[in-house]
């Protein structure tokens, strides 16, 4: 029987690792990643996992996560290290039957916990399954540089950041046409930061924290790292725009909204007042 290592969705998740690394969006162990497997992947390889290792608190219940499997990055791991050695750096959990606690079954094979922001990305994890019927299983968090420097430039406000990352590329509203949610500086891995996330992600699969990094959410992949790269590269471009001296034209409002028809997008008019 071939390895859990060799399982496709482990692959997938060393390779966004192993991208996002390169990208420089993972510097030392900032960042982490979190995805929820479905049954059919998880089954082939049961016999691999150890289900003797205590259940330990969350820290929150999520109640419709309950029996779900993650994989996820250890705290203190690093990005950079994922993909050569899968099995130290990364973990597979179990939720219990409550929603309240989990244990490691797979991984982490030297030691360690979960990623420091396992509340958060379970909690969020929870909203998406719920909002998406299901369809959302990657949770991201990163710390691109240009994204994060606008966040000392522009207003912390969801609306003057979504709309100023829209006119940056056509695209733009596109990929995120909900726009993004900006929250202000809190603790990393706090009660508090996982619980404002939680709300802004009911309506955004993007949310910028000030001077720290971006949380995302998508359905797989591919599309969850695409959606910070298409972030990143926004507030890339927005930041040449600024040391340029500004805007001297752009896309209206009429333009941004224009793009909903032809591309099947809800773009949020909101932020476009
Ligand atoms: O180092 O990025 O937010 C891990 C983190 C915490
Ligand atoms: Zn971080």
Redesign the pocket.
Known sequence: MSSIIDAGFVKAFAKLCDDAYNKGWHERN???LSYRIKDEELKPYLSQLSFDGEFKPIGVTVENLKNEFFLVTGSGKYFQNVKADIENNVAIIEIDESGSAYRIVWGLASGGVPTS?LPTHLINHSIKKEKTNGLHRVIM???PANTIALTFVLPLDSKVFSRELWEMMTECPIVFPRGVGVLPWMV?GSADIALKTAERIKEHDVII?AH??VFCSGADFDETFGLMHTVEKAAEILVKVLSCGGKRQTMSADDISSLSGPYKVNINTDYLK
């Open positions: 900032g960042g982490n922001e968090h990163s710390h990393p924290w720290h990094g």
